[in-house]
């Protein structure tokens, strides 16, 4: 799976969960700010990525830092070369 398929995976999970427009969804955009995720929908978004990947990104001081979709994706691809490393 290359860095773009992960990028869109989460996207299109994240937008089809929250009901969000695709156009939200660029990297700089802020969880709480430019989406309007709350702390509660946080956990309901590691649940619908951790289906969306196929495995646990359970890792609650990692989680805590990401602020951006930016972030995420970093956070996703560090998870998964983690897995296949």
Excluded at 22 to 30: G, S, T
Aim: negative net charge; charged residues 35%; aromatic residues 6%.
């Amino acid at each position: 799976m290359t860095e773009k398929e992960v990028i869109e995976i989460a996207n299109v999970a994240l937008a089809e969960e929250f009901e969000l427009e695709m156009e939200q969804m660029v990297p700089e955009a802020r969880f709480n700010d430019d989406l309007g995720l709350d702390s509660l929908d946080a956990v309901d978004m590691v649940v619908v990525l951790e289906q969306a990947f196929g495995f646990k990104l359970r890792d609650n001081q990692a989680l805590r830092e990401i602020r951006t979709l930016d972030d995420l994706h970093k956070y996703i691809l560090r998870k998964k070369s983690e897995l296949e490393g």
